[in-house]
């Protein structure tokens, strides 16, 4: 989770976008495409330009992607992460092992959510399992 907040961090510290792919007239520096975000008065700006020898390496699916990962972008796919994460953890309390015996006095392991014999299906297919 540490990993997020980090990432949070960082898009939240950037320019928060929309970002845009802007496809050059004309070749600068050996690029035919720039990336557009807005500046602090929400003008768009020109990205800084890059040396010919990065510029000439990249391609333009490549400022398609930091594009389209603008801030609020990466913010939300953070944010539903983070509550998938949760979800799965309430369910993951919820279905949990517990051992208990039974009438006769054996012992059993069940889950202590749905009753069913552990593991039970909610539990497999929490682990990746069918």
Same mark, same amino acid.
């Given at each position: ?5 980090? #990432? %949070? ?5 950037? !320019?928060?976008?929309? *970002? ?8 600068? +520096?050996?690029?035919?495409? !720039? ?11 020109? !990205? ?6 990065? +510029? %000439? ?16 972008? /990466?913010?939300? #796919?953070? %944010?539903?992460?983070?509550? +998938? ?5 309430? /369910? %993951? ?15 059993? /392991? ?6 069913? *014999? *552990?593991?039970?299906? !909610? +539990? ?7």
């Amino acid at each position: 989770m540490e990993d997020l907040k980090e #990432l %949070s961090r960082i898009a939240e510290a950037a !320019t928060p976008g929309p *970002w845009e792919k802007y496809d050059l007239p004309v070749a600068v +520096a050996n690029s035919n495409f !720039t990336i557009h975000a807005p500046n602090a008065v929400g003008v768009p700006t020109w !990205t800084t330009a890059l040396p010919p020898e990065i +510029a %000439s390496t990249l391609k333009a699916e490549d400022a398609e992607f930091v594009a389209t990962f603008d801030p609020p972008t /990466v913010l939300a #796919l953070l %944010s539903r992460l983070e509550q +998938a994460e949760q979800a799965v953890a309430r /369910v %993951s309390e919820y279905h949990r092992r517990e051992e208990v015996r039974d009438v006769f006095g054996d012992h059993q /392991v069940r889950c202590a959510g749905c009753f069913e *014999w *552990w593991p039970c299906t !909610t +539990a497999r297919a929490l682990d990746g399992d069918r």
